[in-house]
């Protein structure tokens, strides 16, 4: 079944730690799509790829970073510049047609040790 | 700048009762609007989503939503609540990026509990 698969489904942080989250796709989309979920905050644009080679910051960038070198993987590190990494994080995909829906993995949840 | 509200973070029903969860948006362009359901520790499976055309859409698990251009609103409705029915249900509007590229803008959400 094609889908996307984020990893792990729970990560924990030491202070000063980077960590990086998987997300790999087999859906042939070509946009993919990092979101963090805070109670009662909704989903919030952290960074978003159209193409491989190319990624845009989204709202809240800031003490994260992003790799697309394949089409079928996106993943995101949290960088010790975060300052309050914990959090639900969800990855999503999409063709390139914005009347489309975006497909979603489980997510990873994130917490500080 | 699209943006999404929706009216009331909880929404609490009975059983069998009819579920409604409103959703306005805005948008300085024809919308392209999407209701979300999400469980607990899961990601979000889409539940309908209007694009051109008819303005009644129907999803899945009997939900449906109208959009209602003169009101800017997306309201989602069921007729008759199942326990199944508990989650935590969003609304998205596409909007464009400063690079001119396509990205959804999510609602806060709307906490649905059925009672017994």
């Known amino acids: 079944d094609g889908g996307i698969t984020q990893s792990p489904k729970y990560l924990f942080r030491k202070e000063g730690q980077n960590v990086t989250l998987s997300c790999e796709q087999n859906?042939?989309?070509?946009?993919m799509y990092w979101y963090r979920q805070d109670p009662g905050q909704g989903l919030r644009l952290i960074y978003y790829?159209?193409?491989?080679?190319?990624?845009q910051k989204g709202d809240i960038a800031e003490g994260y970073s992003v790799s697309r070198e394949k089409k079928e993987s996106f993943p995101l590190t949290v960088t010790s510049a975060q300052k309050n990494p914990t959090a639900f994080y969800l990855c999503?995909?999409?063709?390139?047609?914005?009347?489309?829906?975006?497909?979603f993995g489980d997510g990873t949840r994130l917490s500080i040790l | 700048a699209q943006s999404v509200t929706q009216l009331g973070s909880h929404v609490s029903v009975s059983e069998g009762a009819l579920v409604l969860l409103r959703c306005n948006y805005s948008?300085?362009?024809?919308?392209?609007l999407f209701w979300y359901v999400q469980y607990p520790n899961q990601g979000l499976q889409l539940l309908l989503k209007?694009?051109?055309?008819?303005?009644l859409v129907k999803g899945i698990n009997g939900f449906e939503a109208e959009f209602k251009k003169s009101e800017t609103s997306f309201h989602l409705t069921k007729p008759s609540a199942h326990m199944s029915d508990a989650a935590e249900y969003f609304c998205?509007?596409?909007?464009?990026?400063?690079?001119?590229?396509?990205?959804?803008?999510f609602g806060k959400g709307t906490k649905l509990t059925v009672n017994p």
């Open positions: 999503a995909s999409s063709t390139e047609y914005s009347n489309q829906p975006q497909h």
């Open positions: 859906l042939n989309h070509d946009a």
């Open positions: 790829s159209q193409i491989v080679n190319d990624f």
């Open positions: 948008s300085s362009v024809p919308p392209y």
């Open positions: 209007y694009t051109t055309g008819a303005t």
């Open positions: 998205a509007v596409s909007a464009i990026t400063q690079g001119g590229s396509e990205k959804l803008v």
